[in-house]
């Protein structure tokens, strides 16, 4: 079964901070996908980022950057220069290939102050 | 549609009540999931669909959770007996095949209150 670990129950920051939040996951598989979501307070839960697991190749896209590690089965999320709308709960989620379905973890609630 | 359209958007209903939930995911998506978020938690596997048949509905928490997609479009997930425990917002999903495959797209998500 697969797991997932976000260690950061809630972080405060300043907007225009850069803001890294953390991932941990467990998995059996030896390939799988990884997910990022984010939970705006409307509530509907958005798609961000998707990684497979043959690729450690970190990328960027506009803001949004993420680092992952199969050696220590970690992937972290940056938000460079946050802004207030960023403002949401965030969930890491594994998935085995194909169209199965995500493991959750409880999320980090980012708040981004003016 | 454009997006995974959830109905109704609110339900409140009484202790021991049936209550049926609907999913109507983005068109031609062939898998469908459903999810249950408590309060303050990451949302809870239920049960997915590939088509119209049940791929895996080991998170259907008991008996009284029953859900179908008789024709591999529309879901409804339904519950028998309600329990104020059940009470928690139900989100629906669906993903495609192609590239994106495996990409869910959520629903607004129904709440559900248990009285």
């Known amino acids: 079964a697969q797991k997932v670990t976000q260690a950061q129950t809630e972080i405060s920051v300043v907007e225009k901070e850069d803001v890294t939040l953390d991932c941990v996951y467990e998995?059996?598989?030896?390939?799988?996908?990884l997910f990022w979501y984010k939970q705006p307070p409307s509530g509907e839960l958005v798609f961000l980022i998707r990684?497979?697991?043959?690729?450690?190749q970190n990328e960027i896209s506009g803001r949004y950057s993420w680092n992952f590690q199969k050696s220590t089965s970690s992937f972290n999320f940056t938000i460079t220069a946050s802004q207030v709308v960023d403002s949401a709960v965030y969930f890491c989620a594994p998935a085995r290939g194909g169209n199965t379905p995500l493991v959750f973890g409880k999320g980090t609630r980012l708040s981004v102050i003016a | 549609g454009a997006g995974v359209s959830q109905t109704p958007s609110n339900k409140v209903t009484e202790k021991g009540k049936y209550v049926e939930l609907r999913c109507d995911p983005i068109?031609?998506?062939?898998?469908l999931y459903w999810y249950r978020q408590s309060l303050g938690q990451g949302p809870e596997f239920l049960i997915y669909f590939q088509g119209t048949g049940a791929a895996d509905d080991s998170g259907l928490p008991n008996d009284r959770f029953f859900a179908v997609r008789p024709e591999g479009s529309v879901s409804t997930l339904k519950i028998q007996r309600t329990e104020r425990g059940d009470s928690a917002v139900y989100l629906c999903a669906s993903s495609s095949d192609g590239e994106t495959g495996n990409i869910q797209y959520f629903g607004a998500g129904t709440r559900l209150s248990v009285l």
């Open positions: 068109s031609g998506h062939t898998a």
């Open positions: 990684r497979n697991s043959f690729d450690e």
């Open positions: 998995t059996r598989d030896t390939t799988y996908y």
